[in-house]
T-cell receptor, first 110, second 112 residues
Framework: AQRVTQPEKLLSVFKGAPVELKCNYS??????LFWYVQYSRQRLQLLLR??SRESIKGFTADLNKGETSFHLKKPFAQEEDSAMYYC????????????FGTGTQLKVEL | EAGVVQSPRYKIIEKKQPVAFWCNPI?????LYWYLQNLGQGPELLIR????????DSQLPKDRFSAERLKGVDSTLKIQPAELGDSAVYLC??????????FGEGSWLTVV
């Protein structure tokens, strides 16, 4: 069975501080990993996916198969980064079947 | 381009009453999903359609939940009868084959 764990329900940082949202997963094969974000009063939307190896809005995430982690990082937090972040996993070649974590609320304080 | 459209956005019903949610996916997206999101949890897949065929409905509680996508475009999710524990957000999403999944704004259900 596949599982995604986000250990922090709430993460509070000051503007300009580094951010790391943790995500660990359990899956027997090689998964596809995603980060989704939900800003206040907006719909859930894709932030980034590991196969793209891209930086979106200054965020990056590296898949660490040894530690089964896919932590989301940003060197300098901005106020507009405050949102709910969900890590999600899909089976290999099964990008359509997502399993989500419980989410981490990021609050960037001035 | 319009995103995934859901209605109603909010619904309050008494327990044992029926309720239905409607979803219009992004034009051209053949894959449609219904997710359930309980308070403080991430979304959980209820059912996935490829065109008009339900290809994954293993998580759909079939005793009271039903869904249809008759013409492979719009979809309806129904609960009958509703229970207190069904209070949640029902998310519809769509994608092209293997493409990015786009979510609607959700239908917030409160059962009293």
């Amino acid at each position: 069975a596949q599982r995604v764990t986000q250990p922090e329900k709430l993460l509070s940082v000051f503007k300009g501080a580094p951010v790391e949202l943790k995500c660990n997963y359990s899956y027997s094969g090689s998964p596809e990993l995603f980060w989704y974000v939900q800003y206040s009063r907006q719909r859930l939307q894709l932030l980034l996916r590991h196969i793209s190896r891209e930086s979106i809005k200054g965020f990056t995430a590296d898949l660490n198969k040894g530690e089964t982690s896919f932590h989301l990082k940003k060197p300098f937090a901005q106020e507009e980064d405050s949102a709910m972040y969900y890590c999600a996993l899909a089976p290999t070649g099964g990008g359509n079947k997502l399993t989500f974590g419980t989410g981490t609320q990021l609050k960037v304080e001035l | 381009e319009a995103g995934v459209v859901q209605s109603p956005r909010y619904k309050i019903i008494e327990k044992k009453q029926p309720v239905a949610f409607w979803c219009n996916p992004i034009s051209g997206h053949n894959t449609l999903y219904w997710y359930l999101q309980n308070l403080g949890q991430g979304p959980e897949l209820l059912i996935r359609y490829e065109n008009e065929e339900a290809v994954d409905d293993s998580q759909l509680p079939k005793d009271r939940f039903s869904a249809e996508r008759l013409k492979g475009v719009d979809s309806t999710l129904k609960i009958q009868p509703a229970e207190l524990g069904d209070s949640a957000v029902y998310l519809c999403a769509s994608s092209s084959s293997g493409g990015t999944i786009y979510f609607g704004e959700g239908s917030w259900l409160t059962v009293v």
